[in-house]
C-alpha cells in the first residue's frame, strides 16, 4: 500500500499537519515521514515567471522595437534561493511509494497557483491529487478538510485563474513600465535633474496611485465656503440647550438665494438680520417627537474591514494587520485572514457553540461567551444576515476558534489587542441591537404682519438616550481610553444629536404644543465647508475594496460590494510596493497616504498615455474577469485574448504620440506643492 505526501505552504503549517496525523513521524532534511504519510512543505513561492531575456537576449535590453512582448508559451524556472527545498517537494511528488497527494498549500487562489506551479516543474504523472481546504489551523478543523478532500482537478478553473493573474501582472508590468519609461523617462529624469528615471507600472498599483493623486488634487483644488448659523439658547429647568435655526415653508428666508442649505446663510449679516427680528418674541413649544432608534451590531470582519480598524485603532499600516492576523491565525487562534466575506456559512453556524464556547477561557470575554451559551441566542444565528452562504467565496469572515489559547502568552501587545478586536465583534452579532430613545423639540417664533402672510421661524434640538446597551456592552474595548465628557459632547454636536440624560427626555416629553419656553438669548455661529479627507491607510483598503469609491457607511458598504481593485491577499502589498517606489508618501503616526512629486508625475505620464490605468471601475472589472474565470463563466482563452488585445492597441497608441514636451507645464503645476525650504 503507498503512501500519502501532504505539501504545505510552509513549514510551520506543514507541522499542524504532523501533528494532526498523530503518527510516528522522523524528521529528514526538508520532509517529516511516519509509516504512512510523508509531510513536506513549500517556503511561499518555489517558482517564478522567467524574465524576457530568457526567452531571447534581445528582450535584456530596453527597446521600443521589441514591444509589445507576448510570449506565445510563458516560460518559468525554480528561484534560486528556494531550489534546494524544490529539488526535495520534486524527488517526493515523483517518489515511486507515494500515490496519493494531498495539497494543503493556503486555501486560496494565490496558494492554488504554488502548488501547481512546483507540480508542472516536477512533471508529476500518474498520482492521485486531493485539494485539502480549510478556514483554520485547529486539529479538529485538519482533519476535517483531508477527510472531505475533493479531487484537485475540482480547483482547475480556480487555478487558471491564478496562472492569468500572475500573467496579467507580468505583462502589463513589462511592457507599460518600459513603454512608458522609454518614452516618458528622459523627461522625468531631466526635470529632477537626474541621470534616469525608470517608471514602474502595475495593473492594480497605478490604479491606487491614482486614486491617491486624484484625492491631493480636489483637496488643492477647494474653496472653502463660510456658512453661519443661529442657534436659540434656552433653559430647560436649568439644564441650557442650543436649538438650531432651519428654514421652513413659513419663513422668510424659505427658498432664499441667501440660505446655505436648510440649516445656515451665505452671510452673517443675514444671520443678524434674523435675529434683530426675533429679540423680545415669546418662543414656545410646536411640536415633540419621540421615537425608539436601533443600531444592529455590525458585520463581522473581513480583512478589509480589519485592516481599516486597526489604522484607526493602533494606527499600524495594511501589511503590519495582515502580519499580525497570520500569525493568529498560524497560532490557531483565529480563522483565515485573507478572505473578503462578512458572514459565516450555515456548516459554520450549526457548529458556532464550540467557538463561543471556547472563548470562557479567556478571562474578560468569559461573562459574555456565558451570557450567549445560557441564552442560547447563537441557536437561531443561522437567520439572520449574519449567516449567508451566497457571499461567501473561498472563506467565511474572521472570527475565533475557540482554541490556541496557551499560544497568546507568546503574542505581542499589538496581537493581543488585534485578537480582542476580532473576539468583540464576534461576540457582539449574539446580542441584541442597542436602543436608543430619541426625542426631537421643534420651537418657534411668530412674526405678525399687518399686511403680509404670518411668518414663522423654527428651531430644532434633538436628543437620545441609551435606553438598552444591547450589544454595546460587549464592545468596550481595554485598549481604548474612555470618552471624556468634552469628547463625547463635541462628537454629539457634530452629528447634530446630543447624548441627553433620562431627566432632561422625560421634562421635555412632558412639554404641550403652545408652552412658552424661557430664552436666553440667540449666537451665531460660524462654520466653513470641508474639502474632502485624504486617504489614510485603511480606509484606502475599503475604497480599493469597493472599487475605488470611499464609502463611510457600514451598510452600504455590505450591499454594494463587488470584486474590487486586487484582492484581500494583495491590496496591502501593493500600497507597501508604492510607498517603496517612493510613489506615496505613509505617515507612519496618523496612517496619512499623500503622493509624492515623483508620485504625481508618474500620474500626469500615465494620464497622458495610458489613461485606462487609473480607472477604478476598469481595474476591478479585470478582478471580476477573473473571477469568472476561476467559477467557470469564462475560459482561460477568452480572457487572454481579451488582455492580449488591451496589451497590443494601449502600446500601439503610445508608441504614436509625441507628447513629451507638454508634460512640463504638468510636472510645474505639482512641483509647487514640493519645494523645499532652503
Request: glycine letters at 6%.
Amino acid at each position: 500500500m503507498g503512501k500519502s505526501l501532504y505539501i504545505a505552504e510552509k513549514p510551520s503549517v506543514a507541522q499542524e499537519f504532523a501533528k494532526a496525523l498523530k503518527m510516528d513521524m522522523r524528521s529528514y532534511n526538508g520532509y517529516r515521514e511516519g509509516e504512512g504519510a510523508v509531510v513536506t512543505w513549500c517556503v511561499g513561492h518555489l517558482v517564478t515567471m522567467s524574465y524576457p531575456e530568457v526567452y531571447d537576449m534581445k528582450y535584456k535590453k530596453w527597446s521600443l522595437a521589441t514591444l509589445p512582448f507576448i510570449p506565445q508559451e510563458f516560460k518559468y524556472e525554480v528561484i534560486k534561493s528556494a531550489s534546494a527545498q524544490f529539488q526535495i517537494v520534486k524527488g517526493l511528488l515523483n517518489r515511486e511509494d507515494i500515490d496519493t497527494i494531498y495539497v494543503c498549500t493556503d486555501s486560496g487562489r494565490e496558494g492554488e497557483y504554488i502548488y501547481r506551479l512546483v507540480e508542472q516543474m516536477s512533471g508529476v504523472k500518474d498520482k492521485k491529487r486531493k485539494r485539502v481546504w480549510i478556514d483554520s489551523q485547529t486539529e479538529e478543523e485538519i482533519l476535517r478538510g483531508i477527510r472531505e478532500a475533493k479531487d484537485l482537478s475540482e480547483y482547475d478553473n480556480l487555478a487558471d485563474s491564478a496562472y492569468l493573474r500572475a500573467k496579467e501582472d507580468y505583462l502589463m508590468g513589462i511592457n507599460f513600465s518600459r513603454l512608458l519609461t522609454l518614452k516618458y523617462g528622459n523627461a522625468i529624469a531631466s526635470y529632477l535633474h537626474e541621470k534616469y528615471s525608470v517608471i514602474s507600472v502595475g495593473r492594480v498599483m497605478t490604479c491606487v496611485l491614482g486614486m491617491v493623486v486624484r484625492r491631493e488634487r480636489e483637496i488643492r483644488e477647494f474653496v472653502k465656503t463660510p456658512f453661519y448659523r443661529v442657534l436659540a439658547k434656552l433653559n430647560l429647568q436649568g439644564r441650557k440647550i442650543d436649538a438650531e435655526w432651519r428654514v421652513n415653508p413659513d419663513s422668510i428666508y424659505f427658498q432664499s438665494p441667501k440660505l446655505y442649505k436648510e440649516n445656515g446663510f451665505l452671510k452673517e449679516e443675514t444671520a443678524k438680520e434674523l435675529i434683530v427680528s426675533l429679540e423680545n418674541l415669546p418662543m414656545y413649544v410646536e411640536k415633540v417627537e419621540k421615537k425608539k432608534e436601533t443600531k444592529n451590531p455590525p458585520l463581522l470582519y473581513n480583512l478589509a474591514e480589519l485592516q481599516n480598524d486597526c489604522s484607526k485603532f493602533f494606527k499600524i499600516s495594511p501589511d503590519e494587520t495582515l502580519a499580525t492576523v497570520q500569525e493568529l491565525y498560524e497560532k490557531k487562534l483565529v480563522t483565515y485572514p485573507r478572505t473578503d466575506a462578512r458572514v459565516l456559512s450555515t456548516a459554520v453556524a450549526k457548529e458556532i457553540h464550540k467557538n463561543i464556547g471556547g472563548l470562557r477561557n479567556i478571562p474578560g470575554m468569559r461573562p459574555f461567551a456565558e451570557e450567549v451559551l445560557e441564552k442560547g441566542t447563537y441557536q437561531n444565528i443561522a437567520k439572520t444576515r449574519y449567516v449567508n452562504d451566497k457571499q461567501i467565496t473561498d472563506h467565511y469572515a474572521i472570527i475565533p476558534t475557540g482554541q490556541g489559547f496557551g499560544a497568546l502568552k507568546s503574542v505581542n501587545e499589538r496581537g493581543v489587542n488585534v485578537y480582542e478586536a476580532i473576539v468583540r465583534r464576534f461576540l457582539a452579532i449574539f446580542y441584541p441591537p442597542a436602543i436608543y430613545q430619541k426625542v426631537t423639540l421643534t420651537t418657534a417664533v411668530t412674526i405678525e404682519k399687518a399686511s403680509e402672510k404670518q411668518q414663522k421661524e423654527q428651531f430644532y434640538a434633538s436628543f437620545k438616550v441609551l435606553a438598552d446597551a444591547g450589544y454595546l456592552k460587549v464592545m468596550n474595548y481595554s485598549f481604548q481610553k474612555k470618552k471624556t465628557a468634552a469628547k463625547e459632547d463635541a462628537e454629539s454636536s457634530e452629528s447634530g444629536e446630543e447624548i441627553g440624560d433620562e431627566d432632561l427626555l422625560a421634562h421635555i416629553s412632558s412639554l404641550k404644543k403652545k408652552d412658552l419656553l424661557d430664552m436666553e438669548g440667540y449666537e451665531i455661529k460660524e462654520g466653513e465647508t470641508s474639502p474632502p479627507k485624504r486617504y489614510n491607510s485603511g480606509s484606502m483598503i475599503l475604497a480599493m475594496e469597493n472599487a475605488g469609491q470611499l464609502i463611510e457607511d457600514e451598510e452600504l458598504r455590505a450591499q454594494i460590494k463587488g470584486s474590487g481593485i486586487g484582492t484581500s491577499a494583495t491590496r496591502a502589498e501593493i500600497l507597501k510596493k508604492l510607498v517603496a517606489n517612493k510613489y506615496l508618501a505613509l505617515n507612519k503616526k496618523t496612517q496619512i497616504i499623500t503622493p509624492t512629486l515623483m508620485g504625481e508625475m508618474i500620474y500626469d505620464v500615465v494620464n497622458a498615455s495610458i489613461r485606462s490605468l487609473l480607472n477604478p471601475e476598469l481595474t476591478a472589472s479585470w478582478e471580476k474577469g477573473l473571477t469568472y474565470v476561476a467559477e467557470g463563466s469564462i475560459t482561460s482563452d477568452e480572457y487572454m485574448e481579451k488582455l492580449t488585445n488591451f496589451i497590443k492597441s494601449r502600446t500601439s497608441g503610445v508608441l504614436g504620440l509625441n507628447n513629451q514636451y507638454l508634460l512640463r507645464g504638468q510636472f510645474d503645476k505639482a512641483a509647487q506643492f514640493y519645494k523645499t525650504k532652503k
